[in-house]
């Protein structure tokens, strides 16, 4: 068993590097083609991460869209979606979240301490509850995450969860949608704090988007 899974790093930025805006109206970056690209890279993955803020500010499904790639996971005897996961220090989750829907998934979520107990009461099982070790950080999630039999995590924002897999050498790829727009906010959520170095396995225009791939570095620098 791996000491912890592959894991791809997967977002939209705009040319400015910004991952959404400060509106209170979600920011599409991607296009559709792009959309189907990621579909696809989920429907490769064995479970999906974002941070609990990205789930506060864009409630996303996270399950496989695309019905062949649905089918042929269960073709595989694999769940049509990979499970899905999320991380919270404070638990403060709504149990409506489109995250905990009844769509078959596995659900994850690992906290911390008291905030733990409380939301697992609150979620009335609809995701399993994980306390987690505090001190072990993103790394422990990993890891327990590889015990649990996941081998490829995709890691779909927001900015603190990415930036902290690229500063913890906790990432392996970075898939990054490029779309021709500027956000122009000083306050937009982007990477920060991290210096990493990475080599570049490919470029796809993808209907306008330039979609990049990159090999992370086994060290943040
Ligand atoms: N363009 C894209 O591809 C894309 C994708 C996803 C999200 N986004 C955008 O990114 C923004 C959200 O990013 P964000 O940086 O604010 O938040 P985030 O990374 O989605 O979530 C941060 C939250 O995750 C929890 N967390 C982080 N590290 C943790 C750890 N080690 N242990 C336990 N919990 C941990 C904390 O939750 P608590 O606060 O509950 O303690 C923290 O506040 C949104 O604007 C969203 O639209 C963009």
């Given at each position: 068993?791996?000491?912890r899974p ?6 939209a930025?705009s040319l400015?590097?910004?991952l959404?805006?400060?509106?209170p109206a979600?920011?599409i ?11 696809a890279?989920r429907a490769?993955?064995?479970a999906?991460l974002?941070g ?7 409630d ?11 089918r042929e996971?269960?073709r595989?005897g694999?769940?049509a979606?990979p ?7 404070s ?9 905990f829907?009844a ?8 906290c911390?301490?008291a905030?733990a107990r ?12 994980v306390?987690a070790d505090?001190?072990?950080?993103l790394?422990?999630v990993l ?6 039999g996941?081998?490829?995590l995709?890691?779909?924002g927001?900015?603190?969860?990415l930036t902290?897999?690229?500063?913890d050498?906790?990432a ?5 949608a490029?779309?021709p727009?500027?956000?122009g ?8 704090g ?5 080599s570049?396995l490919?470029?796809e ?6 979609v990049?791939?990159?090999?992370l570095?086994?060290?943040?620098r």
């Amino acid at each position: 068993m791996p000491e912890r899974p592959y894991v791809l790093l997967s977002c939209a930025v705009s040319l400015d590097g910004c991952l959404d805006d400060t509106r209170p109206a979600r920011l599409i970056l991607s296009n559709e083609q792009d959309l189907d690209l990621v579909d696809a890279e989920r429907a490769s993955a064995d479970a999906i991460l974002v941070g609990a803020t990205t789930i506060r500010r864009d409630d996303p499904r996270l399950l496989v869209r695309d019905a062949a790639r649905r089918r042929e996971r269960a073709r595989a005897g694999r769940p049509a979606s990979p499970a899905k996961v999320t991380v919270t220090r404070s638990g403060e989750l709504d149990s409506g979240a489109r995250f905990f829907a009844a769509d078959g998934t596995a659900k994850l979520v690992y906290c911390y301490g008291a905030p733990a107990r409380s939301l697992a009461d609150r979620l009335d099982g609809r995701a399993e509850v994980v306390e987690a070790d505090g001190a072990g950080g993103l790394g422990w999630v990993l890891e327990d995450l590889a015990r649990r039999g996941v081998r490829r995590l995709m890691v779909e924002g927001g900015s603190e969860v990415l930036t902290a897999l690229l500063a913890d050498a906790l990432a392996d790829e970075l898939r990054l949608a490029i779309a021709p727009v500027l956000v122009g906010d000083p306050a937009a959520p982007r990477f920060r704090g991290v210096r990493t170095r990475t080599s570049l396995l490919s470029v796809e225009d993808v209907g306008g988007m330039a979609v990049l791939r990159y090999r992370l570095g086994t060290e943040a620098r």
